[in-house]
């Protein structure tokens, strides 16, 4: 196993990939997080509605002919519906129920949306629509990068602003954090805690949507499975920043996708095991600090 | 303003309340006293909605409200403040006092004005997180949230528990105070000789039946009361 010292252009590289990695990973996470914060419910379903989101988008492009603006539209639209309906369909006859039956519920859809695909659209790999715009590269300063690179970061960055404000600074905010504590009291101050939920799922669902398109210009190839894998990194990424965190979400996902640019960089032999590497971080995780970096002791205590 | 009849309430497989019928006039403090699981708190919960009642009637300004959601009871102007105060300790003290006026689409000002001058202690802490008050201090935001709903009837369930006796005189003497700015009051406690002090009609429930009822001062001198809940 030999270190490799990388150039000077190939270490910038490796950040601005690593941002973009981690951006992407953050755009998921957050669903995550959000769920669990209000539902303590990891949704097993989430890597799903990030694979779904894939298809629509692809679906939209090759059967109308649209162009990849409005199919992208469509496609986050569409998502952030499937995930009300998700919750609608799956968790909500389960409010009262033991969480565990929830999660199995969860797991269930998640199975369930997998081999959906399967039979509707075939396990044969499906080719995301390639948009000159995201894809391109330019040179910035000697260094060769997909224009998406830059591109991804400032999206992530500016929905995460929007959320951090609508959590942190509207009435719907207070409303969310309210019912994350106690749904009956929520309810005690006129809350409508269904729609709540239901507004939780759809962010999360549009902001998985988000980062499957960005996902999809990167990583064109789509198939059934897609989602698994990029959902249990972000769950991970969400479990280290501190389940039930939005900020965590993000500072977790962050710190995934360096480290795994960073190994891949500098110890390009082990490469082909940094997705075990995720899963080593996470049974550490667990071990040192269960409730991760920023870590919601009140949420964890009651899971 | 709330007359109930004949209710009956299931909770947790039990007959919690078993056939109870009260009623509370406009601008009245009345009191349901009694001891620990005798269907008090379920009484309250089935008329906020949160609990469904099993049969009977719950007529609120003479409209039946079984049945209804929470938000749509607290939409009519009945507001209650759950027993273990239960405030929202990732909100600060501002954000809890807010989110108690959550259905008002218009100006908070001056709402939020009378609360704090009800409670100045609030205003010192207004941005605080409310879970590092001290218990105390938890009720007194547990009341000013309720309030910032311009409830009509305001229903609480055991202000008194666990504080100390200096902090639950206040709230009592605050009570007082809600009730004189024209809010109906319907007060469930076990401690019996401050509610009946305060309240202008008393019900004794025992194990979800009402078993005597009267004027507070009247039920403070009563023999079986006194031996039951006064400890005299």
């Known amino acids: 196993m030999n270190v490799l010292i990388p150039s000077m ?101 998640s199975y369930l949306l997998q081999n959906l695909a399967v039979v509707c659209f075939s396990g044969i790999p499906k080719q995301f629509p390639s948009v000159p715009l995201f894809q391109d590269v330019i040179i910035v300063g000697g260094v060769h990068i997909q224009r998406m690179v830059i591109i991804v970061p400032i999206i992530t960055a500016i929905l995460v602003a929007a959320l951090l404000y609508l959590v942190n600074h509207t009435k719907m905010g207070i409303a969310m954090r309210a019912a994350s504590r106690d749904f009956d009291t929520s309810r005690l101050m006129g809350i409508n805690v269904n729609r709540v939920i239901s507004i939780t799922f759809c962010i999360g ?99 | 303003m709330l007359k109930v009849e004949d209710l009956v309430v299931h909770y947790g497989g039990i007959q919690a309340v078993r056939g109870i019928s009260f009623e509370v006039p406009d601008k009245s403090i009345v009191t349901l006293i009694g001891s620990n699981g005798a269907g008090k708190s379920t009484t309250l919960r089935s008329i906020t909605g949160l609990v469904k009642p099993t049969s009977g009637k719950i007529l609120f300004q003479d409209e039946d409200i079984v049945g209804k959601s929470t938000e749509s009871i607290v939409g009519m102007g009945i507001t209650m403040t759950p027993e273990g105060r239960r405030i929202f300790p990732n909100l600060t003290v501002l954000e809890n006092i807010k989110v108690g006026a959550y259905l008002r689409k218009d100006d908070l000002k001056k709402d939020i004005e009378w609360v704090y001058s009800l409670f100045p202690r609030l205003e010192e802490r207004s941005w605080q997180m409310a879970g590092t008050l001290s218990g105390g201090e938890q009720q007194m935001l547990c009341v000013a949230r309720a309030l910032m709903s311009r409830p009509k009837l305001l229903m609480m369930d055991e202000p008194s528990l666990g504080l100390a006796p200096l902090v639950v005189a206040d709230i009592f003497s605050i009570i007082r105070k809600i009730n004189e700015a024209g809010v109906t009051i319907l007060l469930v406690e076990q401690n019996a000789n401050l509610a009946l002090q305060t309240a202008d009609t008393g019900y004794v429930i025992e194990t979800g039946a009402i078993t005597l009822t009267g004027p507070g001062k009247e039920l403070l001198n009563n023999e079986a009361v006194k031996k039951a809940y006064l400890g005299t």
């Open chain 1, 205 to 303: 669902s549009l902001l998985a949507a988000v980062g499957a398109i960005m996902w999809g210009l990167k990583y064109p190839k789509i198939e059934p499975y897609v989602g698994v894998m990029p959902g249990l990194k972000c769950f991970i990424a969400a479990v280290l920043g501190g389940i039930g965190s939005i900020g965590g979400a993000v500072i977790g996902a962050f710190l995934l996708g360096f480290i795994e640019i960073m190994l891949v960089l500098f110890l390009p032999g082990l490469s082909g095991y940094k997705d075990a590497f995720a899963f080593v971080l996470l049974i550490i995780i667990l071990l040192v600090k269960p409730t991760g970096l920023l870590g919601d002791k009140a949420g964890v205590d009651k899971a």
């Open chain 1, 9 to 109: 252009e190939q270490f910038v590289q490796g950040i601005a990939n690593a941002l973009s990695l981690g951006s992407l990973y953050s755009l998921v996470a957050i669903g995550y997080t959000m769920v669990y914060g209000i539902l303590r419910l990891i949704n097993f379903a989430h890597g799903e509605v990030f694979m779904m989101a894939m298809y629509f988008v692809f679906y939209v492009t090759t059967l109308f002919q649209a162009p990849w603006y409005i199919a992208f539209i469509a496609g986050i639209v569409g998502i952030a519906l499937l995930g009300i309906v998700i919750e609608r369909a799956a968790y909500k006859p389960l409010r009262n129920a033991p969480r565990i039956s929830v999660l199995i519920s969860a797991i269930g859809v």
